[in-house]
């Protein structure tokens, strides 16, 4: 059984455990027997996050976007810092403490299969517990990528698209290359992609900063620097893109299509569509129709 912390979680963070008899049917399965997880998650500025294991049975990755912690691995001290990712192989006792100055905020996941630690060997840790790669955007869509299973009722097929997203961030990891902490980039088309991906949630500042390895204003600032507007402009703008072709192509009511991108309120909406679009969305369907 996959031992996580107990620890309360802070407001936007978020932990997923497999059940026990969900994994035993992951570890049958041809599609997900050579790699699942087990249980993953997002720890956002996780102050008093502590965990010690003597015995650990998986394989445990946790990447470092912002805040340390301290670590001890088979009794040798290390810091973690943001842009480090670590590897905890199964068997491997270690503990580690958030600071409590600036706690850690963090994405991870326990992993077993029979191919995990072929997959572990692959990330180019070379006998390393820390391995720095810098501020990665990719990397977080990636883990947020398994974060999507949530809600699903234990499903498994969404469980086996989740082992398959392991498997797609473990394979990133070695074409990542160490970089400096210095150089941090802000990964445009990686954020796109991550908006485009959840037009029906209603995604804030923060969320989009935590993408980017970021702080919300170093991450809006970096962002308007490059594009010229906020991103939250640009998801609203991206939003009433998808309702205008929803618009031309269906015959949806408004109120449908407000839902379908995470608007309860279809008014709130409209008046954002007008704005945006100076007509409303019922203007625009008859001005557009041929």
């Known amino acids: 059984m996959t031992r996580t912390s107990q620890w309360p979680l802070p407001p936007g963070s978020t932990r997923y455990l497999v059940p026990a008899p969900v994994v035993q049917e992951l570890a049958r399965h041809p599609l997900t027997r050579e ?70 905020t963090v994405h991870w996941v326990h992993f077993a299969g029979a191919q995990a630690d072929l997959f572990s060997e692959q990330l180019g840790f070379g006998g390393r517990w820390v391995r720095h790669i810098g501020q990665q955007s990719r990397l977080l869509v990636d ?64 969320q989009l900063a935590d993408i980017a390895g970021l702080s919300s204003a170093h991450f809006a600032t970096c ?23 929803l618009l031309d192509t269906t015959s949806l009511s408004f109120r449908a299509i407000s839902h379908q991108l995470g608007y309860d309120d279809n008014y709130y909406f409209s008046r954002l569509f007008k704005k945006i679009m100076g007509h409303s969305p019922q203007a625009y369907r008859q001005s557009h129709r041929h």
Not at 224 to 237: D, N, V
């Open 35 to 104: 790699l699942y997880p087990l249980a993953f998650g997002h720890y956002r500025h996780a102050a008093g996050h502590h965990m010690h294991r003597q015995q650990h049975s998986d394989n445990l990755l946790i990447y470092c976007s912002d805040g340390q912690a301290w670590l001890n691995v088979e009794g040798e001290p290390l810091t973690v810092t943001p842009g480090d990712l670590l590897l905890l192989p199964r068997g491997v006792s270690h503990r580690y403490t958030a600071d409590p100055g600036q706690p850690w």
């Open 143 to 206: 883990f947020n990528g398994l974060l999507a299973v949530q809600h699903t009722g234990y499903r498994l097929t969404r469980l086996i698209h989740a082992s398959n997203r392991l498997r797609q961030l473990l394979t990133a990891i070695p074409l990542s290359g160490d970089v400096e902490a210095s150089k941090p980039a802000l990964a445009i088309d990686d954020i796109h992609t991550y908006m485009r991906e959840h037009l029906d949630e209603r995604l804030t500042l923060a």
């Open 223 to 245: 962002y308007r620097t490059l594009t010229g507007e906020s991103p939250i402009q640009h998801f609203l703008h991206l939003k009433v893109e998808q309702a205008c072709q």
